[in-house]
């Protein structure tokens, strides 16, 4: 009987807990979780979960499969791209749309990405609205958003192509709150960048570690204390700042919070893993993204927001371009590169080791991270990030003995390379089940293309968190 099983005996996590119990999945949704079930179904699959961690699949809110930033189209679509997060523990992405064609409706780009997900996606989907300029029709269309389509957070970029102005961005996040939307913000200083990059250029400063230089944490800190400031004049608009890199910033968000603002702070295991000592590799390209790796000791600084609560969901801004072909655009002129890498299946098995296996995180804290508050902040909680009856059965079980070294031809994305090659973890997603199918198992993808869902999801709700 399809999405019908019963895991016997697994150290049950959520958010709250850890103990030992019987998950009963019915029709693809969990039906009872108690220290023991007897009563079973007819047909129903057994999963001997003893000795595994059974937690609520991971939410990677952060990802652009499919993207096309004008120099290069992302090597993953959502079939390759959702194929790796299920491989990962992932059952849950919010993917962002990308820019359309100049003046474009947020109704447009809707659909086009949900024709790019339909018949592709492996796992279940939303999308956050990108806000690529403001006017009169596009405020009044992100209330139909919200209310008709379930999307009910929008991006704003504050450096690219389509950056906002102040003025637009005050104007997108007064209606963002009017409208119960969530504001997710690129924080990067664009006027300062544009002119370190056009010195260095000048300079003949051409070779790929200039890309760092020409953005450093500080272009980023300023953004983040400005957009926190707009969202203070804007009534305090909700704000969501991704991809932290840097403690600075951090201190600006909680300087904020201590304020009692409402903003919320995502980092990437990129910024928890990497340094800018990777730009001094002769394979460099690899690493470029933005805002790019920091100095080592700003690693540090997050991993202490992530203790401490200042930080609240590790997403992964997978932007995945090839190292051989889409990446040496860049070889010389850092300019030139496609910004971003791979991540969406390392996410959950870099976390699970570095924090809950060195005892930096309990295993609660891991899927708060991971799965409870993004659900949560982006309207999908309880159908995902709960374990309770009734929620959908998206689980990732962990075997917390499996030592993996990171390959990247032990991956399921179209990249040609991870940028975690050969670092060792302790602790590896062993089972994925996407609404009580088996979709990955000890490293093989078991899933379909096209079983994966559109997901509707809930106005943002402060009064929830
Ligand atoms: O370099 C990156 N991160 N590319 C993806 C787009 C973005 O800024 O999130
Ligand atoms: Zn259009
Ligand atoms: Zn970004
Ligand atoms: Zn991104």
């Known amino acids: ?14 958010h709250q807990q850890a103990q030992k119990a019987d998950i009963l999945i019915v029709d693809g949704k969990i039906a009872d979780i108690a220290p023991e079930i007897h009563i079973i179904p007819k047909q129903c699959e057994i999963i001997e979960a003893a000795g595994l961690y059974v937690m609520p ?55 086009v990405y949900q024709k790019y997900a339909k018949e592709t996606a492996v796992i279940d989907y939303s999308f956050h609205g990108v806000i690529q300029h403001v006017n009169e029709d596009i405020l009044a269309e992100m209330a139909s958003m919200v209310e008709e389509e379930g999307i009910s957070s929008f991006k704003l970029y504050l450096t690219y192509g389509y950056k906002l102005d102040d003025e637009d961005v005050l104007k997108a996040l007064i209606q963002l709150k009017q409208v119960g ?43 983040i204390a400005r957009m926190i400031n707009l969202a203070k004049l804007a009534g305090d608009a909700p704000l969501y700042i991704v991809h932290l890199s840097n403690g600075l910033g951090l201190d600006y968000a909680r300087l904020a919070r201590d304020n009692h603002q409402p903003v919320w702070v995502e980092t990437c295991p990129q910024y928890l893993m990497l340094d800018d000592s990777c730009y001094e590799r002769e394979d460099a390209l690899k690493y470029i993204l933005s805002p790019p790796l920091r100095p080592a000791a700003e690693r540090e600084k997050l991993w202490l927001g992530l203790v401490d609560g200042s930080i609240d969901t590790v997403a992964t801004d997978h932007c995945a371009f090839t190292y051989h072909d889409q990446k040496q655009r860049g ?6 590169c496609p910004n971003g890498m791979p991540g969406v299946e390392t996410r959950m098995p870099l976390l699970f080791s570095e924090g809950v296996m060195k005892g930096r995180l309990s295993p609660s804290r891991f899927v708060e991270l991971t799965s409870y508050l993004p659900a949560k902040l982006f309207g999908l909680y309880p159908q995902k990030g709960a374990l309770q009856a009734g929620s959908d059965a998206d689980l990732v079980l962990f075997d917390p003995e499996q030592e993996v070294s990171i390959k990247h031809e032990l991956l399921h994305d179209n990249a040609d390379y991870t940028p975690f090659e050969d670092i060792q973890t302790q602790g590896w997603p062993v089972m994925t089940i996407s609404r009580g199918d088996v979709v990955a198992c000890n490293g093989e993808f078991t899933g379909k293309a096209g079983n994966g869902r559109f997901i509707r999801r809930k106005p943002f709700d402060a009064s929830a968190l």
């Open 331 to 336: 070889k010389d002129n850092f300019s030139a």
């Open 181 to 223: 939307a969530l504001a997710t913000v690129h924080p990067e200083n664009d006027a300062a960048i544009a002119l370190r990059r056009s010195q260095l250029l000048e300079q003949g400063k051409t070779a790929p570690k200039y890309h760092a230089v020409s953005r450093p944490l500080e272009c980023e800190a300023e953004a």
């Open 57 to 111: 699949g991971g939410i990677d809110v952060h990802t652009h499969f499919n993207i096309d930033v004008g120099i290069a189209r992302s090597c993953d679509d959502f079939f390759s791209g959702t194929r790796a997060a299920a491989c990962g523990g992932t059952t849950t992405v919010v993917d962002h749309m990308g820019f359309g064609p100049k003046g474009c409706s947020l109704h447009h780009q809707l659909n």
């Open 1 to 14: 009987r399809p999405g019908t099983m019963l895991i016997r005996q697994g150290i049950v996590v959520d």
